[in-house]
């Protein structure tokens, strides 16, 4: 049973079948959105928006949520007051196999190599 409190906080997410790969690749273009998605891929399960310490104001943080969220890369549910992020890895690896785990691996790359470690 779905609480009210919570459903009537429901955000929008596309089903796996719109999710498209240009939305996917727009979403992961930006150096925010994509430690975002490395945490989320690091971390188990769901992590909340203020777990992420990212040098952005809260607002812009917000934005980079939604855009992730709307392109289909994670979803956001409500536990109480916290709105908890999980990837979509399931439906990104159905949908792409390979692109996820490509991406990912690509960034930690970088990341070492450029010394910026998430």
């Known amino acids: 049973m779905t609480d009210t409190a919570t459903a009537g906080r429901a955000l929008p997410h596309p089903e796996r079948e719109e999710i498209r790969l240009e939305g996917v690749l727009h979403a992961l273009s930006d150096p925010m959105r994509l430690r975002i998605v490395r945490e989320l891929a690091d971390g188990e399960g769901e992590l909340s928006c203020s777990y992420f310490d990212l040098p952005v104001t809260k607002s812009t943080t917000t934005h980079h949520f939604r855009v992730l969220r709307e392109s289909g890369v994670v979803r956001q ?38 010394g910026d470690d998430v």
């Open 77 to 114: 549910v409500y536990r109480g007051t916290a709105k908890m992020n999980a990837l979509r890895r399931d439906d990104l690896d159905d949908l792409f196999p390979g692109l996820l785990d490509s991406l990912l691996a690509a960034a930690d790359r970088q990341a070492g190599r450029l």
